[in-house]
Each structure stands twice: as structure tokens, then as C-alpha cells.
């Protein structure tokens, strides 16, 4: 999957453990890649978020860095 979504290996590590959110630049790579629209997998990423609130948290602060 890494080589289909241009990502970094390090932000791809990080978003497979839950370390990181799902970004936009990230969302549009998975749609070109695998389907769907960007806007899809971001609902996908905003639905995890709020069976998790401990992770959206950590998330944000993440995403500020």
C-alpha cells in the first residue's frame, strides 16, 4: 500500500499504529489509490475519532506539531 499513496514511510507507520489522523493530502492519495472519494475517508477518520475520544485528542495535538 505505501508505494500506491505517496506518503512517507514514517507517516504511514504512524497512521496504521492510530498515532496520527488521517490528513486531506492523506485522504486524496487513498481515494486515487483504492477508491472512494477523500471526503469518504475523512468521515471514515471522523467516525473512528468519536468511538475514541482519547485518540482524537492525541490526534490534534499531533496534527499541530
Known amino acids: 500500500l505505501l508505494p500506491l499513496i505517496r506518503v512517507t ?3 504511514f507507520d504512524q497512521l496504521i499504529a492510530q498515532q496520527i489522523a ?3 493530502v492523506v485522504a486524496r ?3 486515487r489509490a483504492l ?3 477523500a471526503r469518504e475517508w475523512m468521515a ?3 467516525a473512528f475519532e ?3 475520544p482519547d485518540k482524537k ?3 490534534q ?3 499541530e506539531k
Open 22 to 24: 488521517l490528513t486531506d
Open 57 to 59: 485528542e492525541a490526534y
Open 9 to 11: 514511510p514514517e507517516d
Open 44 to 46: 471514515l477518520q471522523r
Open 61 to 63: 495535538e499531533a496534527a
Open 35 to 37: 477508491g472512494k472519494t
Open 50 to 52: 468519536s468511538t475514541r
Open 29 to 31: 492519495e487513498l481515494a
